[in-house]
């Protein structure tokens, strides 16, 4: 069973025109809640547990969802004070044992990605951690990821990269444990966290997916949501 870390404990600074009262994952589309939307599809794909690191306002996610959904485990990592994207993986992969890979998502985008051959990739590479990344081409909204031929990411940060981060990632929480440097202060998952880990000799492996991505951080993105999300009925794990 695959356990999923989303971090779903930002303000939506972004977002508040469009989705006054509520934490951005919680927000409408279609009728649902996008985190229901987004939970579905990896259920589907056997993803059998999720920790939602969470924070601003998180009664209204733990309250929607409880301890369990259409048969998948829900766990809750709860930021005290803001802790930044880094901090809240910090915090919610403490729940994880070291010797099972997991995924990371982010709780405002969606991004079609096949978790099997995500992992077939890591595997390939022998990665620590496992990007997909979606082709684009619109530098000013979108930082490149640099990837080398053999499948290794070789920058974090490419301006003229035809390809950028989809926020989906597989990885191996052993690689999260005693970081040097102070971890008790917010951190930024992509500036902070990452160029750490790649500097002590951590394994970055990327996989371009052809399939939708979206980003619901902004008002244009998520009038038009509904139209990339999936449709119809989701698997259902027993349990």
Known sequence: MTTAIILAGGLGTRLRSAVPDLPKPMAPI???PFLEHQLDFWIAQGVGRFILSVGYRHEAISGHFGARYRGAAIDYAVEATPRGTGGALLLAAARLPDDRPALL????TFFDVRLDELAASAAKHDADWCFALFRHDDPARYMGVALGRDGRITALRAPDAPQANGGVYWFRPAALRGLDG???QPLSLENDLFPRLVAAGQRFA?????????DIGVPADYHRAADVLPQGEPHVLAG
């Open 30 to 32: 279609a009728g649902r």
């Open 105 to 108: 998502l982010n709780g405002d």
């Open 182 to 184: 102070d971890t008790t």
């Open 206 to 214: 990327g996989r371009v997916c052809d399939g939708a991505f979206i």
